[in-house]
């Protein structure tokens, strides 16, 4: 596609459950990067992929987090037993390679809600 | 820690006025500097970055942004706003030396331009 597609847009689950949060990201991108957004807050790093490795998942706040990118294309962050501090916007983004000054793209993020 | 801060969580202006918003990061070291723009609805992205040289960016639609060293910012500046200016502008830090690239944001900046 054009750019960084996430899917769902939106997802509302119950305290507890186990969601999976999709990001395609832009064809030919080695890079992808997750993200999360609280509300009145910029993004904090989550993890990072170069191909299919994890090389940083120095940002995921516990182990209910993880995340997977298996064909070093479309990845998938997962989230087991859900809490409501865990809603928020999860952003991803891909760049061509992971260096400092190569631009990355963003996704228009899924809100995930936890009731 | 790096971290970076915005002042202005909201600013409202009209048309035409001129636009500075600030920015300033904590770092000792080299860093990149970002400004990135999310408009209603739509996914984050990239008004103008700083990697090295001229301290005096120059981004999309008129927007620039001035580094200033000694003073650890990078302000966004726009002589004149219009109305599709109108979006929340955050400001980014990654400092290759001891980082892994990720990026360092902002809490961001509302800004609503009145016709």
């Known amino acids: 596609g054009a750019g960084v597609s996430q899917t769902p847009s939106n997802k509302v689950t119950e305290k507890g459950k186990y969601v999976e949060l999709r990001c395609d990201p832009i064809?030919?991108?080695?890079?992808l990067y997750w993200y999360r957004q609280s509300l009145g807050q910029g993004p904090e790093f989550l993890i990072y992929?170069?191909?299919?490795?994890?090389?940083?998942d120095s940002g995921l706040p516990n182990d209910r987090f993880f995340a997977v990118r298996p064909e070093g294309s479309v990845s998938t962050l997962k989230i087991q037993r859900t809490e409501r501090g865990d809603s928020a916007v999860y952003l991803c983004a891909s760049s061509l390679m992971r260096r400092e000054n190569t631009e990355a793209f963003f996704g228009q993020g899924t809100r995930l809600t936890v009731v | 820690a790096q971290s970076v801060s915005q002042h202005n969580h909201h600013v409202i202006l009209s048309e035409a006025a001129s636009l500075e918003l600030g920015c300033n990061y904590s770092y000792g070291g080299t860093v990149n500097l970002f400004w990135y723009v999310q408009y209603p609805g739509q996914h984050l992205q990239l008004l103008l970055k700083?990697?090295?040289?001229d301290p005096l960016v120059k981004g999309i639609k008129g927007f620039e942004a001035e580094f200033i060293k000694s003073k650890f910012s990078f302000n966004l500046r726009k002589p004149s706003v219009q109305w599709s200016d109108t979006a929340e502008y955050f400001c980014?830090?990654?400092?290759?030396?001891?980082?892994?690239?990720?990026?360092?944001w902002g809490a961001g900046t509302k800004l609503i331009i009145k016709p």
């Open positions: 064809s030919g991108h080695t890079a």
């Open positions: 980014a830090v990654n400092a290759p030396r001891d980082s892994n690239y990720q990026l360092i």
């Open positions: 700083y990697f090295s040289g």
């Open positions: 992929f170069q191909g299919t490795g994890a090389a940083d």
